[in-house]
């Protein structure tokens, strides 16, 4: 195990300004993100990730191969959410759940990062529509999150018709700005991209550490939730991973026999939003408690999948 590559993740600025939030709550700091700035700042950086990946999809052939890995990550974005909201509605409500179930069901780009990095020292290939698959996996989690709130909330199927929920998902301010500019970037030239590359990627992490440590501030506030729900958040937080990571670690042998992108397809569907869900449940779920969802994708998932998690994947890839 590359324990420079794990130290250097730790060290990542998006995790500590994330704590930095938190410290500022704990040490009583007049510190604060404006309101209105943190609402631009979560509606860039849905824009941003949806422009990138409708860049990136853009640049993939779609080979009958690539097909089916693209719909398989699609699909493990729909499946993932589901079961995920049923097992934690009981216990922590229908918005907390959503938001959670959103949050597993969507993916952490900066794992995926990690991921290609770790798979580059090793030198094992991979398909550069990999990272097509990645932005694919982002809205649909979020409409599934969103709309698994709006229906259980309005009380059930008999009340609530499933074609006014789905739209009102897909309508979603957060939602319709992601996919809206999935859209655009597909169709985007690559100089008509690169003609706003300073905003959509150049300033990007910028916007992300500072979008981190409003979440760490908010987090901090309401971070005794995360303990007041017992062992449930923490042990969700591990055991949904390693579930997903390994079974699709098995499985993804049906769909690619390329051992770097089965590695990378475990990683996403083991992974947590930290970015993208917060942004979006910011708009569309603010009674779910930030102080959940996360901590849990962020403080507990991403750094068990970066230390654990990748070697443990790939190790049942190569023995299976």
Not at 94 to 101: F, H, K, L, P, S
Not at 152 to 172: A, C, P, Q, Y
Not at 276 to 299: D, Q
């Amino acid at each position: 195990m590359d324990f420079s590559l794990i130290i250097d993740n730790l060290s990542n600025p998006a995790l500590l300004f994330f704590l930095l939030g938190i410290l500022a709550v704990c040490l009583k700091s007049d510190l604060a993100i404006p309101e209105n700035s943190s609402k631009f700042i979560s509606l860039y950086l849905l824009f941003s990730i949806g422009f990138k990946g409708g860049q990136e999809l853009s640049h993939s052939t779609l080979t009958l191969d690539v097909l089916w890995v693209l719909l398989f990550a699609i699909a493990l974005s729909l499946v993932i959410p589901v079961y995920s909201f049923f097992l934690l509605k009981k216990k922590l409500g229908v918005e907390n759940a959503g938001a959670i179930a959103a949050s597993y069901g969507s993916i952490s780009a900066v794992t995926f990062v990690t991921c290609v990095s770790y798979l580059e020292i090793r030198q094992i290939s991979f398909g550069g529509y990999m990272i097509a698959a990645m932005a694919l996996m982002e809205a649909p989690a979020i409409i599934i999150g969103v709309l698994l709130m709006s229906y259980f909330r309005k009380g059930g199927s008999k009340e609530v018709s499933i074609s006014k929920i789905l739209k009102h998902s897909i309508t979603n301010g957060s939602v319709f700005l992601i996919l809206g500019s999935l859209v655009i970037g597909y169709f985007a030239s690559e100089k008509q991209a690169m003609g706003i590359a300073p905003f959509t990627t150049d300033i990007f992490k910028g916007f992300l550490v500072v979008f981190l440590l409003d979440m760490g501030i908010t987090s901090g506030k309401k971070l005794s939730a995360f303990w007041k729900n017992g062992f449930l958040p923490f042990s969700f937080a591990i055991a949904v991973p390693i579930v997903n990571g390994i079974l699709v670690a098995f499985i993804s042998c049906w769909v690619t026999e390329s051992c770097g992108d089965r590695l990378l397809l475990s990683i996403l569907a083991a992974s947590a939003s930290y970015i993208a869900v917060p942004a979006a449940m910011k708009l569309a779920a603010p009674k779910a408690n930030p102080g959940l969802y996360i901590p849990m994708a962020l403080a507990i998932t991403f750094p068990f999948n970066i230390t654990i998690g990748m070697p443990l994947y790939l190790n049942i890839i190569q023995n299976s």
